[in-house]
């Protein structure tokens, strides 16, 4: 499949609510989101996989976090990573970006609504710790 020139993409800011976007499918339009230079997360399911861009640097630079994933699970405890900074989703037709599917959609709204849910409950978790 050639590469798409615009891509559907849902865009997750830090701080927002997830949106749907068409946007140049180049690697200007994807620093000028994230804020900086590109790194990629993949993430599965039952149907195949999604792409994550965020900002390579974003941890560096303190950027606000934005959602929360689970890295594995070993007995009852979870692992988890944090994401960073705004991100966006795309899909992925070998070694170029392109344009999510409505099952790529759903999944990248999954991901994200469950990962700032466990965000929350990082945080309240630490504020507990906090005080006592």
Known sequence: ????????????????????????????SYQNIVGGHIEVVEFYFEGGKVLCILNEEGKLEGLKPNFAF???????????DIIVGDVVFVGEDGPEFRSLTGEELREALRVTQDGRVDLMLLSLERNLEELY
């Open 70 to 80: 689970e890295i594995y699970k070993k007995e009852d405890k979870r692992y988890l």
């Open 1 to 28: 499949m050639a590469k798409e020139k615009f891509v559907k993409v849902m865009r997750l800011d830090a701080e927002g609510l997830p949106k749907v976007e068409m946007i140049e499918n180049d690697l200007k």
